[in-house]
């Protein structure tokens, strides 16, 4: 009995050993400046909403820099939200320009949602 128990209090401490270790490994869960490029490219390629071959992306200390030339000021402001969301992202640097700033394409929001950001401009 007396083994058992002693083995059950190894195995418990080995647990706990083991546990604590796993809590410090995940501490380099944070991304580098070129991991949160890259993640941040793939987002924008993954919504819709967003010309991400028209967008560059570059990243220095957590700070995202999005450039650029889009259609309308939603795929403008997509993009800035959809930046946002990656992990390790401390902010948003938007250079990001609107090619038909100061002249409508088609005002409406139904459009915008339905066909996508070319048809939408404030």
Do not use: H
């Not at 080995?14 to 070129?34: I, K, Q, V, Y």
């Not at 999005?66 to 992202?89: C, E, I, N, Q, W």
């Amino acid at each position: 009995m007396k083994t058992t128990c002693r083995n059950i209090q190894t195995y418990l401490f080995t647990g706990l050993l083991l546990s604590l270790g796993t809590g410090l490994s995940s501490a380099r869960e944070e991304l580098d400046d070129s991991e949160i490029t890259n993640a941040v490219d793939d987002q924008l390629v993954e919504d819709a909403a967003t010309p991400a071959w028209s967008i560059d992306v570059s990243t220095s200390e957590g700070i995202v820099t999005l450039s650029g030339t889009v259609s309308s000021a939603l795929a403008k402001s997509r993009a800035d939200k959809v930046a946002s969301t990656v992990k390790g992202v401390r902010g948003i640097d938007d250079d990001i320009e609107n090619a038909y700033e100061g002249g409508a394409i088609v005002v409406d929001n139904d459009l915008a949602v339905r066909y996508g950001p070319e048809y939408y401009q404030p």
